[in-house]
């Protein structure tokens, strides 16, 4: 590698921060991302979620349906620039019907911030969210949100943590006051207090301070709170966790920050600390061994496929994390998976549906590809031949309906929506050995409005869903399979590659088919 090109790989790397924003529905995740556009000079304005109706829509969320729900049904990927780092944010879908895409998502983060609800504590779809990260020990950033409401003691919420996610944690920041009392918050590291103040809050001053016991606190924030912000803080002097760069770093440890992202309040120092503290692109696991960010041969790989992201076009765009080298526009890659080269002609960088075409990326940039077909999530594009990054998780799907297209003429349409929207993920597709019924799984019920919307919308097809009664699905490998065995209770069918999947009514139906076939495997995900 030539000197010079190694030394802007290394310091592009160095600037870059990729993290996914993880919470349950409303903790204000959509809010927080808002906000931390609005540092970085992306946008002037942040929009208001709560405002649905009005037409000023939050940037993140940009398909119709999100619009209309005020929900987040997709994920977004924004990206701007902040003191002097390039930081990507992969905001993804909070509702746990959407849980399947945002799993994809996160394999192409570095890091996570953890939104909490200060009034909630941790929620069903954090614990979800926050195993998978876990899984993959990224480091976890937490955010307690909503401090300007009234919550609960900030010592049972990092309890809360460590008892439901099993995560330590290290508070850098701590409210003085809360609900209606806050009048702000003290930086542990920084030695200062951030003022909450005039009647709607609306400006925040920064004070320098000689330590919490600063007589100062006293005088802006009152006795009563002073002293309770001492006593607080003098007990997690002594048996709080200190604070450790490498346990954070292992995702063991999680630094949590307290703030109100609808105010503003506490937003700034968390991204300043975040930006310092969160890791750089790392390298990432391939079947020929470890890519390290800095190697000169380009390579990436596809998480998401978005049909229809621009409707007046009727496009599809592969989203694609950087993992190693220096991208350019028109540049040619090999496809691993079809064994092509292809030219990378139309790359875009992406701020919600707002996209610019770019002439250059780096290792943890996500670019959106023009797709006429040729991606499937988990392709590995590489300059390097045979580089395979691991394949992306898939998940058995729960919820089974029949689908028909209620105008036959419209068959063609019907079937190009299914396709798309199966390779994008939103559903997975089966059907049925002998009779070709069409028959969908999804993980969630919300899965399958969105696809009769975006059916009738972007494909201009009314279909009609018919509940069935399965709830499980499993993939079977066998030397020799009897569709006539699956008839009690169960139903044999073959996913979009052909392989057969059984889906089961109950728990019961299916154990008895795994003792009926013993020699057969029965697989929780495709082989």
């Known amino acids: 590698m030539s000197k010079a090109l190694d030394e802007v790989l290394q310091q592009e790397v160095d600037k870059r921060r990729t993290f996914a924003i993880i919470s349950h529905p409303d903790a204000g995740k959509t809010t927080l991302t808002e906000k931390l556009l609005l540092f970085g000079g992306a946008i002037r304005l942040a929009g208001s979620v709560k405002a649905r109706k009005a037409s000023k829509h939050a940037t993140s969320d940009w398909m119709e349906i999100e619009k209309q729900r005020g929900i987040s049904v997709t994920s977004s990927v924004m990206q701007f620039d902040y003191n002097g780092h390039r930081i990507n944010i992969l905001d993804t879908p909070g509702h746990q019907d959407f849980s399947e895409d945002t799993y994809r998502t996160l394999t192409a983060a570095d890091s996570a911030v953890m939104l909490i609800d200060v009034a909630k504590g941790v929620e069903p779809q954090t614990i979800k969210l926050f195993q998978v990260c876990a899984k993959r020990g990224i480091p976890i950033f937490t955010f307690i949100n909503k401090l300007d409401r ?11 943590l ?53 007589p100062v606190i006293g005088e802006i924030a009152g006795e009563y709170l002073h002293e309770q912000l001492c006593q607080d803080l003098e007990l997690l002097d002594v048996a709080g966790d200190p604070f450790d760069y490498d346990k954070v770093r292992r995702g063991e440890l999680t630094p949590v920050f307290f703030g109100s992202a609808v105010n503003n309040f506490g937003v700034q120092t968390f991204l300043e600390n975040f930006l310092e503290l969160a890791p750089k692109p790392e390298p990432r696991r391939s079947t020929s061994g470890l890519v390290e960010p800095t190697n000169e041969k380009f390579s990436g790989y ?4 978005q049909a229809n992201m621009n409707p007046a076009h009727r496009d599809r765009i592969a989203f694609l994390r ?68 691991d394949e992306m998780p898939t998940f058995s799907p ?11 003429l419209k068959h063609k349409q019907y079937q190009k929506g299914i396709d798309q929207l199966t ?23 919300l899965q399958f409005e969105v696809f009769e919307y975006r059916m009738k919308v972007e494909y201009g097809v009314d279909v009609q869903l018919q509940r069935m009664p399965y709830q499980f699905a499993r993939w079977i490998v066998a030397d020799h399979i009897d569709p006539s065995k699956f008839r009690i209770n169960s139903v044999l069918v073959k996913d979009k590659k052909d392989n057969y999947v059984v889906l089961f009514e109950n728990e019961y139906a299916m154990r008895t088919a795994m003792e009926k076939f013993p020699e057969a495997k029965f697989l929780e995900t495709a082989p």
């Open 302 to 305: 596809v998480f998401k496929i």
């Open 162 to 214: 460590e008892q439901v996610l099993g995560i330590r944690s290290v508070p850098m920041n701590w409210p003085i006051g809360s609900g209606r009392e806050l009048s702000g918050v003290y930086d542990r590291v920084k030695n200062q207090v951030e003022l909450f103040q005039g009647d709607d809050h609306s400006t925040i001053q920064v004070k320098k301070v000689d330590g919490y016991q600063d």
């Open 150 to 160: 009234e919550g609960r003691n900030p010592f049972d919420l990092m309890e809360e």
């Open 423 to 445: 390779e994008e993920g939103t559903i997975q597709v089966f059907r049925t050995v002998g009779f070709e019924d069409t028959l969908l799984g999804v993980v969630g019920q």
């Open 322 to 389: 950087i993992v190693s080298g220096k991208f350019e526009r028109g540049m040619s890659v090999k496809h691993i998976r079809v064994g092509k080269d292809i030219k990378l002609s139309q790359p875009q960088q992406f701020l919600a549906q707002d996209r610019d075409i770019v002439d250059e990326a780096f290792p943890g940039d996500i670019i959106g590809l023009f797709d006429p077909g040729i991606f499937r999530i988990g392709d590995s594009l590489s300059q390097n031949s045979e580089i395979m990054f």
């Open 398 to 408: 729960e919820i089974f309906a029949k689908v028909t297209a209620k105008n036959a």
